[in-house]
């Protein structure tokens, strides 16, 4: 069946590669993106999610769209050591990764209940369990997955099943810009995945696939690691 999904931070990265499957699956896409894309795979509204004031559209834009399922992709890393991370940074990093969750998520609920048919995921990290200057960034993934289980059992009877993928390191335009080949970045995150390797940004984008999917139903409150084995090597 057509359905029609939501993705924030959808103009590249993970966001664009799920936008291209969902579309490519006979969905129907809306994006949220500061910056325009040539040929965005839906219809992209561009809006700047650390700004406050842009929180009021982003509802209604899940309202207007009657979306039966959001991904909240959009993300602030703001990397510092212990020692030299400010109150303000902590709360632009959490404001940023949570607050459009919320507003999403709530914007679409009544709709989605409504249906008997719903679809969350939340974006999360690695990161979670553990890594050095991510104080910030970590616990604002870390809130997210929380949302999850606890979203998930609320909406356990409703239809609505919400669940988390915490990507590893995925080669995207960001990760590449700040870990170029050969840096010691790349070395760093390498040797941390048994698979010796990097996440493509489509694979990511897979694993979300099945989770906003009908095949999915019986899967919700849960997080899933797409990450090389990364979690667990």
Known sequence: MKRRFLISGASKGIGLALASRLTAQGHDVIGIARHAVDAFPGRLHLLDLGDRDALGRLADVVREGVVDGVVNNVGLVRAAPLGGISVDTLDEVLRVNLHPALVAAQAALPGMTARGWGRIVNISSLTVLGSVERTSYAAAKAALESFTRG???????????????????????????????????????????????????????????????????????????????????
């Open 151 to 233: 979203w998930a059992l609320e909406l356990a009877t409703t239809g609505t099943t919400v669940n988390a993928v915490a990507p590893g390191p995925t080669e995207t335009e960001l990760f590449r810009a700040n870990n170029p080949p050969g840096s010691e970045g790349e070395a760093r995150y390498l040797a941390g995945v048994p698979m010796r390797r990097f996440g493509k940004p489509e694979e990511i984008a897979a694993a979300i696939a099945f989770l906003l999917s009908d095949d999915a139903a019986f899967i919700t409150g849960q997080t899933l690691h797409v990450d090389g084995g990364a979690s667990v090597g």
